[in-house]
């Protein structure tokens, strides 16, 4: 089990940048798979990215291509994700999660594919 704190979010007007910050508890990080999802008032909670433990896979959900950047400092136990160009359909709580199971594809999109999650982190943007 890891334990996780996002921080990072606030407002902004559309055309903005973010960096969100996961911080992870626990001696294994590195071997999570880190998950950011996003859910905006009455919606789902949707993926965003994904990026392996080895950070040889990374992978976004196409309406942030080439907008949004995770990375990852294991030696820091921290996901980040750069948020540019924002738009105000990001408006969302944004949420890491972290996932020690082998994941491929579209299972690692999935909610049910993550083991923890964070409390998630306000993101606003104003037009």
């Known amino acids: 089990q890891v334990q996780l704190v996002e921080s990072g979010g606030g407002l902004v007007q559309a055309g903005g940048s973010l960096r969100l910050s996961c911080a992870a508890s626990?001696?294994?990080?590195?071997?999570?798979?880190m998950g950011w999802f996003r859910q905006a008032p009455g919606k789902e909670r949707e993926f965003v990215a994904r990026?392996?433990?080895?950070?040889?896979?990374?992978d976004y959900t196409d309406s942030v291509k080439g907008r949004f950047t995770t990375s990852r400092d294991n030696a820091k136990t921290t996901v980040y994700l750069q948020m540019n160009s924002l738009k105000v359909e990001d408006t969302a709580v944004y949420y890491c999660a972290a996932t020690s199971n082998y994941c491929s594809g579209y299972g690692c999109y999935l909610t049910s594919r993550y083991d923890d999650w964070g409390q998630g982190t306000q993101v606003t943007v104003s037009s």
């Open positions: 990026i392996s433990s080895s950070r040889g896979r990374i």
């Open positions: 626990g001696r294994t990080f590195s071997a999570y798979t």
